[in-house]
Protein backbone atom coordinates (compact mmCIF):
# COMPACT_ATOMS: atom_id res chain seq x y z
CA UNK A 1 0.00 0.00 0.00
CA UNK A 2 2.90 2.30 0.54
CA UNK A 3 3.79 2.92 -3.07
CA UNK A 4 6.11 5.42 -4.22
CA UNK A 5 3.35 8.18 -4.07
CA UNK A 6 2.28 7.76 -0.82
CA UNK A 7 6.28 7.93 0.45
CA UNK A 8 6.63 11.25 -2.05
CA UNK A 9 3.22 12.92 -0.31
CA UNK A 10 4.89 12.13 3.26
CA UNK A 11 8.35 13.35 2.51
CA UNK A 12 7.22 16.07 0.90
CA UNK A 13 5.67 17.16 4.70
CA UNK A 14 9.06 17.35 6.20
CA UNK A 15 8.50 13.42 7.50
CA UNK A 16 10.21 10.27 6.45
CA UNK A 17 8.17 8.26 3.68
CA UNK A 18 8.53 4.93 3.49
CA UNK A 19 8.44 2.90 0.15
CA UNK A 20 7.08 -1.13 0.74
CA UNK A 21 10.10 -2.81 -0.46
CA UNK A 22 8.06 -6.50 -0.36
CA UNK A 23 7.76 -7.90 -4.01
CA UNK A 24 8.73 -4.89 -5.95
CA UNK A 25 9.88 -7.06 -8.58
CA UNK A 26 6.64 -8.14 -9.03
CA UNK A 27 4.87 -4.75 -8.99
CA UNK A 28 7.21 -3.64 -11.53
CA UNK A 29 6.59 -6.14 -13.89
CA UNK A 30 2.79 -5.78 -13.61
CA UNK A 31 2.60 -2.26 -13.69
CA UNK A 32 4.81 -2.16 -17.23
CA UNK A 33 2.51 -5.09 -18.15
CA UNK A 34 -0.63 -2.50 -17.58
CA UNK A 35 0.97 -0.14 -20.26
CA UNK A 36 2.96 2.04 -17.55
CA UNK A 37 0.24 4.58 -17.52
CA UNK A 38 1.28 8.20 -17.32
CA UNK A 39 5.08 6.53 -18.31
CA UNK A 40 6.69 7.13 -14.47
CA UNK A 41 8.41 3.83 -14.67
CA UNK A 42 10.15 4.61 -17.65
CA UNK A 43 10.87 7.99 -16.51
CA UNK A 44 12.37 6.50 -13.15
CA UNK A 45 13.96 3.58 -15.87
CA UNK A 46 15.86 6.26 -17.87
CA UNK A 47 17.64 7.54 -15.15
CA UNK A 48 18.91 3.78 -14.01
CA UNK A 49 22.78 3.76 -14.13
CA UNK A 50 23.41 0.94 -16.54
CA UNK A 51 21.05 1.90 -19.39
CA UNK A 52 21.18 -1.89 -20.86
CA UNK A 53 19.71 -3.36 -17.27
CA UNK A 54 16.92 -1.30 -17.55
CA UNK A 55 15.99 -1.68 -20.90
CA UNK A 56 16.61 -5.97 -20.57
CA UNK A 57 13.91 -5.37 -18.17
CA UNK A 58 11.71 -3.37 -20.39
CA UNK A 59 12.22 -5.74 -23.40
CA UNK A 60 10.44 -8.68 -21.50
CA UNK A 61 7.75 -6.99 -19.24
CA UNK A 62 6.23 -3.62 -20.70
CA UNK A 63 3.17 -3.51 -23.20
CA UNK A 64 2.61 -0.58 -25.10
CA UNK A 65 -0.77 0.29 -24.33
CA UNK A 66 -1.16 -2.61 -21.78
CA UNK A 67 -1.71 -6.09 -22.13
CA UNK A 68 -5.45 -7.53 -23.13
CA UNK A 69 -8.06 -7.68 -20.50
CA UNK A 70 -8.25 -11.21 -19.03
CA UNK A 71 -4.55 -12.33 -20.43
CA UNK A 72 -2.77 -13.61 -17.33
CA UNK A 73 0.67 -11.06 -16.05
CA UNK A 74 3.25 -12.89 -17.43
CA UNK A 75 5.55 -14.72 -14.53
CA UNK A 76 8.77 -13.32 -13.17
CA UNK A 77 11.68 -15.29 -11.45
CA UNK A 78 11.11 -16.82 -8.25
CA UNK A 79 13.39 -16.09 -5.48
CA UNK A 80 16.08 -18.97 -4.56
CA UNK A 81 19.52 -19.62 -2.91
CA UNK A 82 20.89 -20.07 -6.82
CA UNK A 83 21.78 -17.67 -8.64
CA UNK A 84 19.70 -15.66 -11.11
CA UNK A 85 20.82 -12.60 -13.30
CA UNK A 86 17.18 -12.03 -14.51
CA UNK A 87 15.88 -12.28 -11.31
CA UNK A 88 18.30 -9.85 -9.74
CA UNK A 89 18.19 -7.27 -12.57
CA UNK A 90 14.68 -7.22 -11.80
CA UNK A 91 14.92 -6.64 -7.84
CA UNK A 92 17.80 -4.09 -8.62
CA UNK A 93 15.60 -2.02 -11.43
CA UNK A 94 12.53 -2.34 -8.98
CA UNK A 95 13.72 -1.05 -6.05
CA UNK A 96 15.62 1.28 -7.53
CA UNK A 97 12.50 2.52 -9.75
CA UNK A 98 10.31 2.80 -6.29
CA UNK A 99 12.67 4.68 -4.39
CA UNK A 100 13.86 7.18 -7.50
CA UNK A 101 9.75 8.04 -8.01
CA UNK A 102 9.62 8.67 -4.40
CA UNK A 103 12.77 10.91 -4.13
CA UNK A 104 11.58 12.80 -7.13
CA UNK A 105 10.73 16.35 -7.22
CA UNK A 106 11.71 17.15 -3.25
CA UNK A 107 14.07 17.05 -0.86
CA UNK A 108 12.68 15.24 1.93
CA UNK A 109 14.01 12.20 3.61
CA UNK A 110 12.59 8.69 1.81
CA UNK A 111 13.25 5.05 3.41
CA UNK A 112 11.88 1.46 2.11
CA UNK A 113 10.33 -1.33 4.10
CA UNK A 114 11.80 -4.86 4.20
CA UNK A 115 10.55 -8.28 5.58
CA UNK A 116 13.91 -9.66 7.09
CA UNK A 117 11.67 -13.26 6.99
CA UNK A 118 12.21 -12.52 2.79
CA UNK A 119 16.09 -13.23 2.90
CA UNK A 120 16.54 -14.54 -0.79
CA UNK A 121 15.53 -11.01 -1.78
CA UNK A 122 17.27 -8.71 0.83
CA UNK A 123 21.21 -8.07 -1.26
CA UNK A 124 19.53 -7.04 -4.52
CA UNK A 125 16.49 -5.69 -2.96
CA UNK A 126 18.98 -3.02 -0.91
CA UNK A 127 21.31 -2.50 -3.54
CA UNK A 128 18.44 -0.79 -6.11
CA UNK A 129 17.44 1.12 -3.37
CA UNK A 130 20.70 2.52 -2.27
CA UNK A 131 21.55 3.84 -6.59
CA UNK A 132 18.97 5.65 -6.14
CA UNK A 133 19.33 7.16 -2.90
CA UNK A 134 17.55 5.74 -0.01
CA UNK A 135 17.58 7.44 3.16
CA UNK A 136 16.99 5.00 5.53
CA UNK A 137 16.34 1.12 5.66
CA UNK A 138 13.63 -0.26 7.73
CA UNK A 139 13.30 -3.77 8.59
CA UNK A 140 11.19 -6.06 11.15
CA UNK A 141 9.96 -9.78 10.85
CA UNK A 142 13.16 -10.91 12.08
CA UNK A 143 16.54 -10.26 13.57
CA UNK A 144 18.23 -8.20 11.23
CA UNK A 145 21.95 -8.70 12.40
CA UNK A 146 23.12 -8.73 9.30
CA UNK A 147 21.72 -5.73 7.71
CA UNK A 148 24.48 -3.17 8.82
CA UNK A 149 27.25 -5.23 7.36
CA UNK A 150 25.41 -5.75 4.22
CA UNK A 151 24.92 -1.97 3.94
CA UNK A 152 28.70 -0.93 4.49
CA UNK A 153 29.25 -3.59 1.86
CA UNK A 154 26.91 -2.23 -0.93
CA UNK A 155 27.63 1.61 -0.28
CA UNK A 156 31.35 0.32 -1.60
CA UNK A 157 30.05 -1.74 -4.39
CA UNK A 158 31.76 -4.63 -3.20
CA UNK A 159 30.18 -8.48 -2.92
CA UNK A 160 27.77 -8.84 -0.02
CA UNK A 161 25.66 -11.85 1.27
CA UNK A 162 23.71 -12.30 4.51
CA UNK A 163 22.84 -16.02 5.62
CA UNK A 164 19.55 -18.11 5.09
CA UNK A 165 18.04 -19.80 7.21
CA UNK A 166 17.50 -23.53 5.86
CA UNK A 167 15.00 -25.62 7.80
CA UNK A 168 16.18 -28.87 8.67
CA UNK A 169 19.81 -27.99 7.74
CA UNK A 170 22.22 -30.08 9.28
CA UNK A 171 24.64 -29.52 11.56
CA UNK A 172 27.27 -26.79 10.53
CA UNK A 173 25.57 -25.98 7.12
CA UNK A 174 25.69 -22.50 6.15
CA UNK A 175 23.51 -20.67 2.85
CA UNK A 176 23.49 -17.87 2.01
CA UNK A 177 22.52 -15.33 -0.98
CA UNK A 178 24.32 -12.08 -1.73
CA UNK A 179 24.86 -9.92 -4.80
CA UNK A 180 28.45 -8.92 -6.20
CA UNK A 181 27.35 -4.93 -8.19
CA UNK A 182 30.12 -4.82 -10.52
CA UNK A 183 29.49 -8.17 -11.69
CA UNK A 184 25.63 -8.01 -12.05
CA UNK A 185 26.01 -4.20 -13.24
CA UNK A 186 29.02 -4.74 -15.59
CA UNK A 187 30.56 -1.47 -13.72
CA UNK A 188 31.29 0.22 -10.85
CA UNK A 189 28.40 2.98 -10.73
CA UNK A 190 29.26 6.63 -8.81
CA UNK A 191 29.60 6.72 -5.26
CA UNK A 192 26.82 5.22 -2.83
CA UNK A 193 25.82 6.82 0.43
CA UNK A 194 25.34 4.10 2.84
CA UNK A 195 21.61 4.91 3.96
CA UNK A 196 20.88 4.44 7.94
CA UNK A 197 18.94 1.39 9.40
CA UNK A 198 16.05 1.24 11.66
CA UNK A 199 15.10 -2.07 12.97
CA UNK A 200 11.54 -3.35 13.77
CA UNK A 201 11.40 -4.72 16.99
CA UNK A 202 8.78 -5.72 19.61
CA UNK A 203 11.00 -6.04 22.52
CA UNK A 204 13.70 -4.30 24.52
CA UNK A 205 15.65 -7.47 24.90
CA UNK A 206 16.18 -7.44 21.11
CA UNK A 207 16.77 -3.99 20.91
CA UNK A 208 19.65 -4.63 23.23
CA UNK A 209 20.85 -7.64 21.09
CA UNK A 210 21.46 -6.02 18.02
CA UNK A 211 23.31 -2.50 20.15
CA UNK A 212 25.27 -4.80 21.81
CA UNK A 213 28.00 -4.72 18.92
CA UNK A 214 28.65 -2.33 15.98
CA UNK A 215 28.47 -5.51 13.64
CA UNK A 216 24.57 -5.79 15.07
CA UNK A 217 24.19 -1.90 15.93
CA UNK A 218 21.34 -0.28 13.61
CA UNK A 219 20.70 3.58 13.92
CA UNK A 220 17.85 3.40 15.49
CA UNK A 221 14.59 1.23 16.68
CA UNK A 222 10.87 0.87 15.74
CA UNK A 223 9.41 -0.53 18.34
CA UNK A 224 6.25 -2.09 17.20
CA UNK A 225 3.39 -3.24 19.22
CA UNK A 226 0.91 -5.83 18.86
CA UNK A 227 -1.72 -3.55 17.65
CA UNK A 228 0.29 -2.62 14.28
CA UNK A 229 -0.79 -3.49 11.04
CA UNK A 230 0.62 -6.57 9.06
CA UNK A 231 2.45 -9.26 10.92
CA UNK A 232 3.60 -9.01 14.73
CA UNK A 233 5.29 -10.64 16.82
CA UNK A 234 3.54 -13.82 18.32
CA UNK A 235 3.46 -13.43 22.30
CA UNK A 236 5.77 -14.89 24.72
CA UNK A 237 5.49 -18.31 26.22
CA UNK A 238 2.67 -20.33 24.92
CA UNK A 239 0.25 -19.08 22.54
CA UNK A 240 -3.13 -18.52 23.93
CA UNK A 241 -6.17 -17.81 22.19
CA UNK A 242 -9.46 -15.30 23.10
CA UNK A 243 -12.66 -16.56 22.73
CA UNK A 244 -12.68 -14.84 18.86
CA UNK A 245 -9.23 -17.31 18.14
CA UNK A 246 -6.83 -14.22 18.41
CA UNK A 247 -3.68 -14.36 20.30
CA UNK A 248 -3.58 -13.30 23.76
CA UNK A 249 -0.68 -11.08 24.76
CA UNK A 250 0.00 -10.24 28.24
CA UNK A 251 2.81 -8.19 30.14
CA UNK A 252 5.47 -9.73 29.45
CA UNK A 253 4.91 -8.49 25.55
CA UNK A 254 4.94 -5.09 26.45
CA UNK A 255 8.42 -3.63 25.62
CA UNK A 256 9.83 -1.52 28.42
CA UNK A 257 10.38 1.77 27.07
CA UNK A 258 13.10 3.07 29.55
CA UNK A 259 15.32 0.20 28.61
CA UNK A 260 15.49 1.53 25.19
CA UNK A 261 16.16 4.87 25.70
CA UNK A 262 18.90 3.50 27.67
CA UNK A 263 20.61 2.31 24.85
CA UNK A 264 21.20 5.86 23.26
CA UNK A 265 20.33 5.27 19.89
CA UNK A 266 16.78 6.88 18.90
CA UNK A 267 13.23 5.45 18.47
CA UNK A 268 9.93 5.34 17.27
CA UNK A 269 6.81 3.74 18.31
CA UNK A 270 4.42 2.28 16.37
CA UNK A 271 0.94 0.29 16.75
CA UNK A 272 -1.99 2.54 18.21
CA UNK A 273 0.20 5.46 18.68
CA UNK A 274 -1.29 7.26 15.04
CA UNK A 275 -3.03 10.20 17.00
CA UNK A 276 -2.24 13.33 18.23
CA UNK A 277 -2.35 12.29 21.70
CA UNK A 278 -0.37 8.77 20.36
CA UNK A 279 2.31 11.09 19.47
CA UNK A 280 2.17 13.18 22.61
CA UNK A 281 2.42 9.76 25.12
CA UNK A 282 5.43 8.59 22.62
CA UNK A 283 7.26 11.96 22.97
CA UNK A 284 7.03 11.51 26.66
CA UNK A 285 7.61 8.09 26.60
CA UNK A 286 11.57 9.53 25.25
CA UNK A 287 10.69 8.31 21.86
CA UNK A 288 12.14 10.65 18.32
CA UNK A 289 8.50 10.46 17.24
CA UNK A 290 5.70 7.75 15.84
CA UNK A 291 5.12 5.17 12.71
CA UNK A 292 2.19 5.46 10.98
CA UNK A 293 0.52 3.26 8.77
CA UNK A 294 -2.86 2.82 9.07
CA UNK A 295 -4.09 5.92 8.60
CA UNK A 296 -1.64 6.55 5.48
CA UNK A 297 -3.38 3.54 3.82
CA UNK A 298 -6.61 4.79 3.85
CA UNK A 299 -5.52 8.23 2.58
CA UNK A 300 -5.91 9.29 -0.89
CA UNK A 301 -2.71 8.63 -2.36
CA UNK A 302 -2.42 5.28 -0.47
CA UNK A 303 -1.75 2.47 -3.14
CA UNK A 304 -4.58 0.33 -2.55
CA UNK A 305 -7.28 -0.28 -4.38
CA UNK A 306 -9.31 2.87 -4.74
CA UNK A 307 -12.58 1.04 -4.34
CA UNK A 308 -11.49 -1.00 -1.42
CA UNK A 309 -10.56 2.28 0.18
CA UNK A 310 -13.38 3.94 -0.30
CA UNK A 311 -15.20 0.46 1.08
CA UNK A 312 -13.10 0.30 4.52
CA UNK A 313 -13.79 3.87 4.61
CA UNK A 314 -17.07 3.53 4.91
CA UNK A 315 -17.09 0.47 7.44
CA UNK A 316 -14.83 2.21 9.35
CA UNK A 317 -16.93 5.37 9.86
CA UNK A 318 -20.07 3.28 10.50
CA UNK A 319 -18.32 1.79 13.12
CA UNK A 320 -18.39 -1.98 11.45
CA UNK A 321 -14.76 -2.38 10.35
CA UNK A 322 -13.30 -5.34 12.28
CA UNK A 323 -9.86 -6.27 11.93
CA UNK A 324 -8.10 -9.45 13.30
CA UNK A 325 -5.01 -10.99 14.87
CA UNK A 326 -5.23 -14.12 12.67
CA UNK A 327 -2.55 -16.58 14.02
CA UNK A 328 -2.90 -19.23 11.13
CA UNK A 329 -2.75 -16.70 7.72
CA UNK A 330 0.41 -15.89 7.20
CA UNK A 331 2.65 -18.87 5.78
CA UNK A 332 5.16 -16.94 7.81
CA UNK A 333 4.22 -18.43 11.10
CA UNK A 334 3.46 -14.66 12.22
CA UNK A 335 0.32 -13.57 13.27
CA UNK A 336 -0.91 -11.03 10.34
CA UNK A 337 -3.80 -8.78 10.75
CA UNK A 338 -6.65 -9.26 8.37
CA UNK A 339 -9.41 -6.14 7.96
CA UNK A 340 -12.48 -8.44 7.47
CA UNK A 341 -14.69 -7.16 4.10
CA UNK A 342 -16.87 -9.03 2.14
CA UNK A 343 -15.70 -10.47 -1.33
CA UNK A 344 -12.35 -10.55 -0.01
CA UNK A 345 -9.50 -13.40 1.70
CA UNK A 346 -11.31 -12.59 5.09
CA UNK A 347 -14.61 -14.44 4.09
CA UNK A 348 -13.81 -17.82 4.87
CA UNK A 349 -16.27 -18.62 1.79
CA UNK A 350 -13.91 -16.75 -1.01
CA UNK A 351 -11.37 -18.46 1.13
CA UNK A 352 -12.79 -22.00 0.72
CA UNK A 353 -12.77 -21.06 -3.42
CA UNK A 354 -10.04 -19.92 -3.72
CA UNK A 355 -7.78 -22.68 -5.26
CA UNK A 356 -4.59 -23.17 -3.06
CA UNK A 357 -1.86 -22.62 -5.33
CA UNK A 358 1.62 -20.86 -4.85
CA UNK A 359 2.87 -19.08 -8.29
CA UNK A 360 5.20 -16.20 -6.73
CA UNK A 361 6.83 -17.58 -3.95
CA UNK A 362 7.84 -14.80 -1.75
CA UNK A 363 7.10 -16.23 1.34
CA UNK A 364 8.15 -19.80 0.95
CA UNK A 365 10.61 -21.91 3.25
CA UNK A 366 13.72 -23.53 2.08
CA UNK A 367 14.45 -26.53 3.58
CA UNK A 368 17.04 -29.58 3.23
CA UNK A 369 15.49 -32.51 1.08
CA UNK A 370 16.63 -35.92 1.85
CA UNK A 371 19.44 -35.87 -0.91
CA UNK A 372 21.06 -32.80 0.79
CA UNK A 373 19.87 -30.54 -1.84
CA UNK A 374 17.33 -27.42 -1.04
CA UNK A 375 13.94 -27.23 -1.73
CA UNK A 376 11.37 -24.65 -0.99
CA UNK A 377 7.75 -24.97 0.70
CA UNK A 378 4.62 -22.79 1.39
CA UNK A 379 1.96 -23.90 3.95
CA UNK A 380 -0.20 -22.24 1.41
CA UNK A 381 0.86 -24.30 -1.10
CA UNK A 382 -1.70 -27.09 -2.45
CA UNK A 383 -2.09 -29.61 0.70
CA UNK A 384 -0.88 -32.71 -0.80
CA UNK A 385 2.71 -30.94 -2.39
CA UNK A 386 3.13 -29.49 1.05
CA UNK A 387 2.49 -33.02 2.93
CA UNK A 388 5.16 -34.65 -0.15
CA UNK A 389 7.58 -31.98 1.38
CA UNK A 390 7.45 -33.67 4.73
CA UNK A 391 5.51 -31.26 6.86
CA UNK A 392 1.93 -32.13 8.22
CA UNK A 393 -1.07 -31.31 6.62
CA UNK A 394 -2.07 -29.42 9.50
CA UNK A 395 0.02 -26.73 8.82
CA UNK A 396 -1.81 -25.46 6.26
CA UNK A 397 -5.08 -24.91 7.94
CA UNK A 398 -6.31 -21.43 7.44
CA UNK A 399 -3.38 -20.62 5.75
CA UNK A 400 -3.82 -17.48 3.03
CA UNK A 401 -2.09 -16.87 0.07
CA UNK A 402 -0.83 -13.62 1.38
CA UNK A 403 1.52 -12.84 -1.91
CA UNK A 404 -1.49 -13.31 -4.41
CA UNK A 405 -3.77 -11.45 -1.94
CA UNK A 406 -1.88 -8.52 -1.04
CA UNK A 407 -0.96 -7.80 -4.75
CA UNK A 408 -4.75 -8.06 -5.93
CA UNK A 409 -5.27 -5.09 -3.28
CA UNK A 410 -3.38 -2.89 -4.74
CA UNK A 411 -5.00 -3.48 -8.47
CA UNK A 412 -2.54 -5.89 -9.26
CA UNK A 413 -4.03 -9.53 -8.71
CA UNK A 414 -3.58 -12.34 -11.26
CA UNK A 415 -6.33 -13.05 -13.69
CA UNK A 416 -6.52 -15.80 -16.15
CA UNK A 417 -8.04 -16.70 -19.28
CA UNK A 418 -10.88 -18.86 -17.39
CA UNK A 419 -11.68 -15.43 -16.13
CA UNK A 420 -10.64 -16.08 -12.50
CA UNK A 421 -9.13 -13.28 -10.72
CA UNK A 422 -7.32 -13.56 -7.40
CA UNK A 423 -9.08 -12.17 -4.60
CA UNK A 424 -7.50 -9.32 -2.24
CA UNK A 425 -6.44 -9.60 0.97
CA UNK A 426 -6.40 -6.31 3.23
CA UNK A 427 -4.53 -5.50 6.75
CA UNK A 428 -4.60 -2.92 9.31
CA UNK A 429 -3.65 -2.24 12.41
CA UNK A 430 -6.20 -3.10 14.83
CA UNK A 431 -6.69 0.60 16.99
CA UNK A 432 -9.00 2.57 14.22
CA UNK A 433 -8.71 5.95 16.36
CA UNK A 434 -6.68 7.65 14.07
CA UNK A 435 -9.58 8.36 11.67
CA UNK A 436 -10.70 10.84 14.36
CA UNK A 437 -10.75 14.05 13.13
CA UNK A 438 -9.54 13.76 9.94
CA UNK A 439 -11.85 14.65 7.00
CA UNK A 440 -14.04 11.81 5.13
CA UNK A 441 -11.69 11.46 2.26
CA UNK A 442 -8.10 12.40 3.32
CA UNK A 443 -4.57 13.01 2.20
CA UNK A 444 -1.02 12.32 3.46
CA UNK A 445 -1.02 15.90 4.51
CA UNK A 446 -3.94 16.14 6.35
CA UNK A 447 -2.91 13.34 8.64
CA UNK A 448 0.50 14.45 9.51
CA UNK A 449 -1.11 18.22 10.03
CA UNK A 450 -3.61 16.23 11.91
CA UNK A 451 -0.91 14.26 14.03
CA UNK A 452 1.49 17.85 14.77
CA UNK A 453 -1.45 19.47 15.87
CA UNK A 454 -0.95 18.03 19.31
CA UNK A 455 2.90 19.52 19.04
CA UNK A 456 1.38 23.02 17.98
CA UNK A 457 -0.60 23.11 21.11
CA UNK A 458 2.05 21.93 23.35
CA UNK A 459 3.27 25.42 25.19
Not at 73 to 79: F, S
Not at 141 to 149: L, N, V
Not at 176 to 183: C, L, M, R, S
Not at 427 to 438: H, I, K, M, R, V
Request: glycine letters at 12%; aromatic letters at 6%; charged letters at 20%.
Amino acid sequence: MSGWRLARAVARTGQLGVVSGTALDLVLARRLQHGDPGGHLRRALAHFPVPEVAERVLARFFVPGGAGPGLPYRPVPRLGLRPHRARDELTVVANFAEVFLAREGHDGPIGVNYLEKIQMATPAAVYGAMLAGVDYVLMGAGIPSEIPRLLDALAAHRPAEISVTVAEAAAGDRHTVGVDPVALLGRTPGPLRRPRLLAIVSSHVLAAYLARSPETRPDGFVLESPTAGGHSAPPRGRMRLDPAGEPVYGPRDQADTGKVAALGLPFWLAGGYGTPEGLARARAAGAAGIQVGSAFALCRESGLDATLRRRLLARAAGGALVVRNDPHASPAGFPFKIADLSGTLSDPDVHADRPRLCDLGHLRTPYRKDDGTVGYRCPAEPVGTYVRKGRPAEETLGRRCLCNGLLAAIGLGQHRPDGYREPPLLTLGQDLGFLDGLPDDYSAADVVDHLLSAVARTP
